[in-house]
Each structure stands twice: as structure tokens, then as C-alpha cells.
């Protein structure tokens, strides 16, 4: 089985910083794609940042030049780095991966359990 498991947030006053984490554990032959969505109350989830497993990036219009992505291959972990945060980035955040779980399967995707951000005076 895989699982992901997301840390890091918690409530941060407007301008400042957070850094997310996100491990990958379990059965893992390679990851692929990860990335990082979120979702605020009443709206639907939504991408925030993608990474390849070469280091290629893509973020979303709203967080471009706040937000860094970033992948640690070693540690099978994705991070993502939030400056200049505003109240309108508040939601809960999701890992995503594409996992493969042995050389001969294709990858499946899978989600983390969510981590708060909550950005309030």
C-alpha cells in the first residue's frame, strides 16, 4: 500500500511564510508527476503547483512568483513553499502523485489526507 502524509500547516498571518511537506511511503517503484492542490470551504479543489520527476514546474495564475515547488527524489518527498501568503489562500491542501508499486504496473495517483492553511490576521 502507499500512502502520503502531509505536514506543515497551521495559520500564518498575511505576508508571512509556510513550508508544506508531503512523504510518499509504502510499496514505491518510482513517482512520477506530484503536486499540490487545495481546496477552500464552499469551493471546488483546485491545482496549485505541479512537478515532474526531472524538476520540471507549473504553477497556477494566483500563486506564480509566492509559491515553490520542489521534490526531494531520495526522500520520495514533495514540498511546497508559500510566501507572501494572503487570506485568499486559505484551504486545505492536497499531495498528489502518480506511484508506481513495482517496475511492471502502470502508476496509480494518489492523495494525501489534507493539511490546513489558514491565513488570518
Known amino acids: 500500500q502507499v500512502q502520503l502524509v502531509e505536514s506543515g500547516g497551521g495559520l500564518v498571518q498575511p505576508g508571512g511564510s509556510l513550508r508544506l511537506s508531503c512523504a510518499a511511503s509504502?510499496?514505491?517503484?518510482?513517482?512520477?508527476?506530484m503536486g499540490w492542490y487545495r481546496q477552500a470551504p464552499g469551493k471546488q479543489r483546485e491545482w496549485v503547483a505541479l512537478?515532474?520527476?526531472?524538476?520540471?514546474?507549473n504553477y497556477a495564475d494566483s500563486v506564480k512568483g509566492r509559491f515553490t515547488i520542489s521534490r526531494d527524489n531520495a526522500k520520495d518527498t514533495v514540498y511546497l513553499q508559500m510566501n507572501s501568503l494572503k487570506p485568499e489562500d486559505t484551504a486545505v491542501y492536497y499531495c498528489?502523485?502518480?506511484?508506481?508499486?513495482?517496475?511492471?504496473?502502470?502508476?496509480?495517483?494518489?492523495w494525501g489526507q489534507g493539511t490546513q492553511v489558514t491565513v488570518s490576521p
Open positions: 512537478i515532474s520527476r526531472g524538476g520540471n514546474t
Open positions: 498528489n502523485a502518480d506511484i508506481s508499486t513495482s517496475w511492471v504496473e502502470v502508476a496509480g495517483n494518489y
Open positions: 509504502g510499496t514505491i517503484a518510482s513517482i512520477g508527476r
